[in-house]
């Protein structure tokens, strides 16, 4: 057990539809990755949070946002969704928002776009 | 072509070998992150490093900054080190994560 809790764990919407996905990290992380896993393009970098700014952004679609509230738990929001958006979605937390601090992981969300 | 390649894509080993995965990066990157991915989904963080050689238990990583080369090592491999082994270089604000290298180490 990592410390980060993803809720959650199985989401099944159809296209269109608008999702929220929460995380709350490992108690005293400030900073909260957030990560997309499909079976055709694998593992990638969507968006991070420190301590409520954001820190950096990856290959996040503008159809997605993310914030990260006063009490550091995170959610990501996926709005319009279309089919290809079927993946599973971690998000991480460290202590610091410095590339080299460990990361620690949830368990995932799976979401299906039906 | 990946900023980020590993290499083999799918291993098999016995139980007891010595195991060795691959990393190499095409972009400049300040660290460089091993992840372990378990059947059942879960991704567990194995090392984080920037430079030289981290141990863990049977684990051993090392990186060489001017080779862009990372190898995550296993030592006596054991049926439950099955999982599929992924590594990540991060450059600027980007993350680059390779494909994955899925291991089976048959008893």
């Known amino acids: 057990d990592s410390g980060v809790t993803q809720t959650p764990k199985h989401l099944i919407t159809a296209t269109g539809q608008r999702v929220t996905l929460r995380c709350s990290p490992r108690?005293?992380?400030?900073?909260v990755y957030w990560y997309q896993q499909s079976l055709d393009q694998g593992l990638q970098f969507l968006i991070q949070?420190?301590?409520?700014?954001?820190?950096a952004k990856g290959n996040i679609l503008e159809r997605f946002s993310a914030q990260q509230f006063p009490d550091l738990h995170s959610e990501l929001n996926l709005s319009s969704l279309e089919l290809g958006d079927s993946a599973l979605y971690f998000c991480?937390?460290?202590?610091?928002?410095?590339?080299?601090?460990?990361?620690?992981f949830g368990p995932g969300t799976r979401l299906t776009v039906l | 072509k990946n900023e980020v390649e590993q290499s083999p894509q799918n291993l098999t080993a016995q139980e007891g070998e010595f195991i060795t995965i691959n990393c190499s990066y095409s972009?400049?990157?300040?660290?460089l992150h091993w992840l372990q991915q378990h059947p059942g989904g879960g991704i567990v963080s194995l090392f984080m490093?920037?430079?030289g050689k981290k141990k863990h238990g049977r684990l051993i990583a090392t990186i060489n900054i001017q080779e862009k080369h990372s190898s995550l090592h296993i030592t006596a491999s054991h049926p439950r080190d099955s999982a599929v082994y992924i590594c990540?270089?991060?450059?600027?604000?980007?993350?680059?994560f390779g494909t994955g290298t899925s291991l089976t180490v048959i008893p």
């Open positions: 990540a270089g991060k450059t600027g604000n980007q993350f680059y």
């Open positions: 991480a937390s460290s202590v610091e928002g410095r590339v080299y601090n460990e990361q620690f």
């Open positions: 108690s005293g992380d400030l900073s």
């Open positions: 972009v400049g990157i300040s660290a």
């Open positions: 949070y420190y301590n409520g700014e954001e820190r």
């Open positions: 490093l920037s430079s």
